[in-house]
C-alpha cells in the first residue's frame, strides 16, 4: 500500500469514528404515543425510552406551571417504570427521579395524559392539554416529559412514533405533518417546548409558498368563514411578511386552529411557536373575521420580533415583542391591503390604542411592574406593553421619517436588528441601534417614556409630527385625512 493512500484511509477511518462518537454524545430518545378513546373519554398514552445516567440516578423533568397556567401535573397520570429500578415523583421541583443500577444505559416509562378538566375548552383552558375523542392538541410543554440532560438547551435528537389509525385520521406538528414516524433533529428545550402536536379530525391545507411548505390544520364546521377564507389569509400574511423581511428561509412553517366555546360574544387568541402558530376562536355567528386577520398578522409577525429578534430579559422587553408586533402588525395589513383593509383602518386602530392606553388605571406604571405576575394575574398589566410600545413604536417611525426626510424609517431600524439578531434586544442595545437615525439623543425620551412609564403627551407629539388630530373625551385622536394618510407612508398598496 502507498503512503498517500495509507494516509488518506487513516484519515477516513479517524473521520467515521468522529463522526460516530459525535453521536453517540448527542443525546437521544423516543417516543411511542397512541390516542385512545371511547365515546366519552379520550387519553395519550406515552411510552418512552431514554438514556440512563450513569451515577444510577436519572431525573426527568415535567413543567407544573408555564404561560400562565399552574397544576399541569393534574394532566399526568399512572407514571411506571417500565425497567428495573425505583421511581418517585417530586412535583413541587418538577421533577421525576429514578434509581437504577448504575450499569443500566436506557430506561423505559410509560404515562397517560389526559384533559384535567371537564366541560368545554374555553379561552382559559387552551394552553392546557386538550384531548377528546375527536382530536386533541397538545404543546410540547405539556406532552413530553424530558431528560433533566436534555434540558440544558443544547440540542439533541428524538423520535415519536404514532400508533394512530392510518384512515380518516391527521397528524400535524410544529416539526411537519402527515408523519407517523417523526424523526427530529437538532432541537433544543426551547425549541420542544414551544411547540403545537395536533391529531384527529383535522382537515390540512398544504400551501407553497416560493418552494417553503405551509400547512393549516383546522377542524369543525366555522359558521363566520369557510377553510378557503383562512388559507387565503395565511398565504397573503406570511408572502407580505417574508417579502419586508427578505426572509423565505423557513421550508416548513405549521398553522392549527380550534374552536373554543363562548356563547355571547367573539372571542379567538393565537401563540407564536417553533417554526408555528396556534390559533383558537369562538366559533359561533358573533366571530368577527377582522379580528382573525389582526390575530394572524400579530402572531405571525412573532416569528421575527420575539423568536429571531429575541428579549434580553423577557418581560422587560414586552414593550418591543408585543408592542412593535402590534404596530407592524398594524402596518403590515395597511400596506400590502389584506382582507381589503387599508391606512383608514391603521389610523382607526392606532387611536383605539391610544384610547386604551391613557384610559389604563396603570398608564403611568415603570416598566419595572410588567413581571411575571402582573403580567399573567392583571389584564391592565396584560394590555399596558401592546399598548405603550405600539404608540411608541408609531412616534419613533414618524421621528426617523421627519429627521431623515423621509429618507428612512423604523423599518430600517427593524431589519437592521433582524441582521444582528445574534445580539439579544436589551434597552442599551435598542437605543445604540436608534440614535444613528435621528438627530437628537434619543435615550432620555426612551427612559422617561418606556422605563420610567409617564404617559406619552400626544397633543404636543402630534403637533410636533405636523399630524392632523382631534381632541375627544380629553385624548388626542389622527384624523383619517389625506395629509395624515400621505405621512404615514400608506399611498399605495405593495407590488
Same mark, same amino acid.
Not at 386552529?257 to 360574544?265: A, D, H, R
Not at 404608540?391 to 437592521?416: E, P, Y
Not at 406619552?456 to 403637533?463: A, R, V
Given at each position: 500500500?502507498?503512503?498517500?493512500?495509507?494516509?488518506?484511509?487513516?484519515?477516513?477511518?479517524?473521520?467515521?469514528?468522529?463522526?460516530?462518537?459525535?453521536?453517540?454524545?448527542?443525546?437521544?430518545?423516543?417516543?411511542?404515543?397512541?390516542?385512545?378513546?371511547?365515546?366519552?373519554?379520550?387519553?395519550?398514552?406515552?411510552?418512552?425510552?431514554?438514556?440512563?445516567?450513569?451515577?444510577?440516578?436519572?431525573?426527568?423533568?415535567?413543567?407544573? &406551571?408555564?404561560?400562565?397556567?399552574?397544576?399541569?401535573?393534574?394532566?399526568?397520570?399512572?407514571?411506571?417504570?417500565?425497567?428495573?429500578?425505583?421511581?418517585?415523583?417530586?412535583? +413541587?421541583?418538577?421533577?421525576?427521579?429514578?434509581?437504577?443500577?448504575?450499569?443500566?444505559?436506557?430506561?423505559?416509562?410509560? %404515562?397517560?395524559?389526559?384533559?384535567? %378538566?371537564? !366541560?368545554?375548552?374555553? /379561552?382559559?383552558?387552551?394552553?392546557?392539554?386538550?384531548? #377528546?375523542?375527536?382530536?386533541?392538541?397538545?404543546?410540547?410543554?405539556?406532552?413530553?416529559?424530558?431528560?433533566?440532560?436534555?434540558?440544558?438547551?443544547?440540542?439533541?435528537?428524538?423520535?415519536?412514533?404514532?400508533?394512530?389509525?392510518? &384512515?380518516?385520521?391527521?397528524? #400535524?406538528?410544529?416539526?411537519?405533518?402527515?408523519?407517523?414516524? #417523526?424523526?427530529?433533529?437538532?432541537?433544543? #428545550?426551547?425549541?420542544?417546548?414551544?411547540?403545537?402536536?395536533?391529531?384527529? +379530525?383535522?382537515?390540512?391545507?398544504?400551501?407553497?409558498?416560493?418552494?417553503?411548505?405551509?400547512?393549516?390544520?383546522?377542524?369543525?364546521?366555522?359558521?363566520?368563514?369557510?377553510?378557503?377564507?383562512? @388559507?387565503?389569509?395565511?398565504?397573503?400574511?406570511?408572502?407580505?411578511?417574508?417579502?419586508?423581511?427578505?426572509?423565505?428561509?423557513?421550508?416548513?412553517?405549521?398553522?392549527?386552529?380550534?374552536?373554543?366555546?363562548?356563547?355571547?360574544?367573539?372571542?379567538?387568541?393565537?401563540?407564536?411557536?417553533?417554526?408555528?402558530?396556534?390559533?383558537?376562536?369562538?366559533?359561533?355567528?358573533?366571530?368577527?373575521?377582522?379580528?382573525? @386577520?389582526?390575530?394572524?398578522?400579530?402572531?405571525?409577525?412573532?416569528?421575527?420580533?420575539?423568536?429571531? $429578534?429575541?428579549?434580553?430579559?423577557?418581560?422587560?422587553?414586552?414593550?418591543?415583542?408585543? !408592542?412593535?408586533? +402590534?404596530?407592524?402588525?398594524?402596518?403590515?395589513?395597511?400596506?400590502?391591503?389584506?382582507?381589503?383593509?387599508?391606512? &383608514?383602518?391603521?389610523?382607526?386602530?392606532?387611536?383605539?390604542?391610544?384610547?386604551?392606553? %391613557?384610559?389604563?388605571?396603570?398608564?403611568? /406604571?415603570?416598566?419595572?411592574?410588567?413581571?411575571?405576575?402582573?403580567?399573567? &394575574?392583571?389584564?391592565?398589566?396584560?394590555?399596558?406593553?401592546?399598548?405603550?410600545?405600539?404608540?411608541?413604536?408609531?412616534?419613533?417611525?414618524?421621528?426617523?421619517?421627519?429627521?431623515?426626510?423621509?429618507?428612512?424609517?423604523?423599518?430600517?431600524?427593524?431589519?437592521?436588528?433582524?441582521?444582528?439578531?445574534?445580539?439579544?434586544?436589551?434597552?442599551?442595545?435598542?437605543?445604540?441601534?436608534?440614535?444613528?437615525?435621528?438627530?437628537?439623543?434619543?435615550?432620555?425620551?426612551?427612559?422617561?417614556?418606556?422605563?420610567?412609564?409617564?404617559?406619552?403627551?400626544?397633543?404636543?407629539?402630534?403637533?410636533?409630527? !405636523?399630524?392632523? %388630530?382631534?381632541?375627544?373625551?380629553? $385624548?388626542?385622536?389622527?384624523?383619517?385625512?389625506?395629509?395624515?394618510?400621505?405621512?404615514?407612508?400608506?399611498?399605495?398598496?405593495?407590488?
Amino acid at each position: 500500500m502507498s503512503y498517500k493512500l495509507h494516509f488518506f484511509l487513516v484519515c477516513f477511518i479517524l473521520l467515521i469514528m468522529t463522526s460516530c462518537r459525535e453521536a453517540s454524545d448527542k443525546k437521544s430518545l423516543s417516543y411511542e404515543i397512541s390516542h385512545k378513546k371511547n365515546s366519552n373519554d379520550a387519553l395519550l398514552q406515552v411510552d418512552m425510552n431514554f438514556e440512563a445516567s450513569e451515577d444510577g440516578t436519572t431525573t426527568l423533568i415535567y413543567q407544573d &406551571k408555564a404561560w400562565g397556567q399552574d397544576s399541569l401535573f393534574n394532566s399526568i397520570r399512572d407514571i411506571r417504570l417500565l425497567s428495573e429500578g425505583k421511581l418517585r415523583i417530586e412535583r +413541587d421541583s418538577n421533577k421525576i427521579v429514578v434509581e437504577h443500577d448504575p450499569s443500566m444505559e436506557r430506561l423505559k416509562i410509560s %404515562y397517560t395524559l389526559e384533559q384535567d %378538566y371537564k !366541560g368545554p375548552t374555553t /379561552s382559559r383552558k387552551v394552553y392546557r392539554p386538550i384531548i #377528546q375523542p375527536e382530536y386533541f392538541q397538545v404543546f410540547g410543554q405539556n406532552l413530553l416529559i424530558l431528560p433533566e440532560s436534555a434540558t440544558n438547551n443544547e440540542a439533541f435528537d428524538l423520535s415519536i412514533t404514532w400508533s394512530v389509525p392510518e &384512515k380518516d385520521y391527521s397528524l #400535524q406538528s410544529s416539526f411537519g405533518n402527515h408523519q407517523r414516524n #417523526q424523526i427530529i433533529s437538532d432541537v433544543t #428545550q426551547d425549541e420542544l417546548y414551544s411547540s403545537v402536536f395536533v391529531g384527529g +379530525d383535522f382537515r390540512i391545507h398544504d400551501m407553497d409558498l416560493q418552494g417553503n411548505q405551509v400547512a393549516l390544520a383546522i377542524r369543525d364546521s366555522w359558521e363566520a368563514f369557510d377553510d378557503s377564507t383562512m @388559507v387565503e389569509l395565511l398565504k397573503n400574511t406570511l408572502m407580505a411578511q417574508r417579502k419586508f423581511w427578505n426572509d423565505h428561509s423557513q421550508p416548513y412553517f405549521s398553522v392549527t386552529m380550534i374552536p373554543i366555546f363562548e356563547p355571547n360574544g367573539s372571542s379567538w387568541q393565537g401563540t407564536g411557536l417553533t417554526n408555528s402558530f396556534a390559533l383558537a376562536a369562538s366559533n359561533n355567528e358573533y366571530l368577527e373575521v377582522q379580528g382573525l @386577520v389582526y390575530l394572524l398578522n400579530h402572531e405571525l409577525q412573532h416569528n421575527w420580533i420575539g423568536l429571531t $429578534i429575541k428579549n434580553d430579559n423577557e418581560e422587560e422587553q414586552y414593550w418591543f415583542s408585543e !408592542g412593535f408586533t +402590534d404596530y407592524y402588525t398594524m402596518k403590515n395589513i395597511a400596506i400590502n391591503r389584506i382582507y381589503d383593509l387599508d391606512e &383608514k383602518f391603521f389610523i382607526q386602530e392606532f387611536n383605539s390604542k391610544l384610547k386604551n392606553l %391613557y384610559k389604563s388605571p396603570v398608564v403611568a /406604571s415603570p416598566n419595572s411592574e410588567i413581571n411575571y405576575d402582573n403580567f399573567w &394575574k392583571d389584564r391592565h398589566y396584560s394590555d399596558l406593553p401592546y399598548l405603550r410600545g405600539a404608540v411608541f413604536a408609531f412616534i419613533l417611525d414618524q421621528q426617523i421619517q421627519r429627521d431623515s426626510n423621509g429618507g428612512k424609517s423604523l423599518d430600517d431600524v427593524m431589519k437592521q436588528l433582524h441582521e444582528n439578531s445574534d445580539t439579544k434586544l436589551s434597552h442599551p442595545y435598542f437605543v445604540k441601534t436608534v440614535n444613528p437615525y435621528l438627530k437628537e439623543d434619543f435615550e432620555p425620551f426612551f427612559n422617561r417614556h418606556i422605563v420610567d412609564g409617564e404617559p406619552f403627551e400626544m397633543e404636543t407629539i402630534f403637533k410636533d409630527l !405636523g399630524l392632523d %388630530y382631534q381632541v375627544s373625551d380629553s $385624548i388626542p385622536q389622527l384624523n383619517d385625512t389625506p395629509l395624515n394618510i400621505s405621512k404615514l407612508g400608506f399611498t399605495s398598496p405593495a407590488p
